[in-house]
């Protein structure tokens, strides 16, 4: 039993002496970062303030600070407690990780079920979407569905993504609205959105207790949606007032979720 907590101790606390040079490493990136984008932002393009936040979340989790010469501050010793502080964060660290990542299991389960109990969509809709695509020059495999559980425009899957609509959604917009709705779907699988926000839900499941982290994640959101918004309006050649009146039809596409939540945030879809 002794071996067994002395083993237990052992681990924890090589466990700290890596995750805390990465855990200060995270706090200093991204506090760098949010300084850079609130003096500068304003004189930085959306593409540029972006892939700054982008790669500030990438720069947080590199373990460059391994290499550096951090003098350890927890030390082996021949008797431990059967209870350690490094033990407990531990702890306390793996199960916050379990939480959120069952949280964020249940919910992918759950867009996995609507994506599947999905109906195709019809003719009309059909031929918006193959136009919306051949404009966005989206050349990977999509599917176009309806359903009655979601409440506004959802993109679902990485490597087959599934649009998925409202069920009512075509009888209250027209063609040209309806053009609006998908081609902002087509930008974010056009611009890779889908592969850096399952980085991001990683990265905030991992690094839960980082608020940093949830701000930066919420930023790089914001950015991208409106990335997406100047790919659809140079698509449709800035007609403002078309993609305005498609937005409030359909309570804002450019959202990640219709109804937020702590599942949504870390999924963010």
């Known amino acids: 039993m002794n071996t067994l907590i002395q083993y ?3 681990v924890s606390e090589g466990f700290c002496a890596l995750a805390l040079p990465l855990v200060v490493q995270s706090i200093v990136v991204l506090a760098l970062i949010w300084a850079v984008d609130a003096i500068v932002g304003a004189r930085i393009s959306v593409r540029g303030r972006y892939w700054l936040w982008v790669g500030g979340l990438l720069g947080s989790i590199l373990p460059f600070s ?7 501050l927890l030390h082996a010793r021949g008797d431990y407690p059967i209870f350690t502080i490094p033990a407990a964060l531990m702890l306390a660290w793996f199960i916050g990780m379990a939480v959120l990542a069952w949280a964020v299991l249940r919910r992918t389960l759950r ?9 195709p969509a019809g003719g009309f809709m059909q031929g918006v979407f193959r136009y919306c695509r051949r404009s966005m020059g989206v ?8 359903s009655p559980q979601v409440e506004s425009p959802v993109v679902w899957g990485v490597r087959r993504p599934v649009i998925l609509l409202p069920q009512d959604l075509a009888p209250r917009l027209g063609s040209r ?3 609006a709705v998908l081609l902002h779907q087509f930008a974010r699988i056009q611009r890779g959105d889908l592969r850096i926000n399952l980085l991001q839900m990683v990265m905030q499941v991992v690094w839960f207790f980082n608020p ?10 914001a950015l991208r949606g409106r990335l997406a918004d100047e790919m659809v309006l140079a698509v449709m050649d800035n007609h403002l007032g078309w993609y305005s009146e498609a937005l409030a039809t359909v309570s804002a596409p450019t959202a ?3 109804n937020p939540s702590l599942t949504t945030a870390l999924v963010g879809v």
């Open 66 to 72: 391994w290499l550096l010469p951090i003098p350890r």
């Open 256 to 258: 990640d979720d219709p």
């Open 139 to 146: 050349d990977v495999e999509v599917c176009l569905k309806v």
């Open 212 to 221: 940093l982290i949830w701000l930066a994640n919420a930023r790089i959101r």
């Open 111 to 119: 867009l996995r079920a609507m994506a599947r109990q999905a109906a």
């Open 8 to 10: 237990t101790a052992g």
């Open 177 to 179: 609205h309806l053009r």
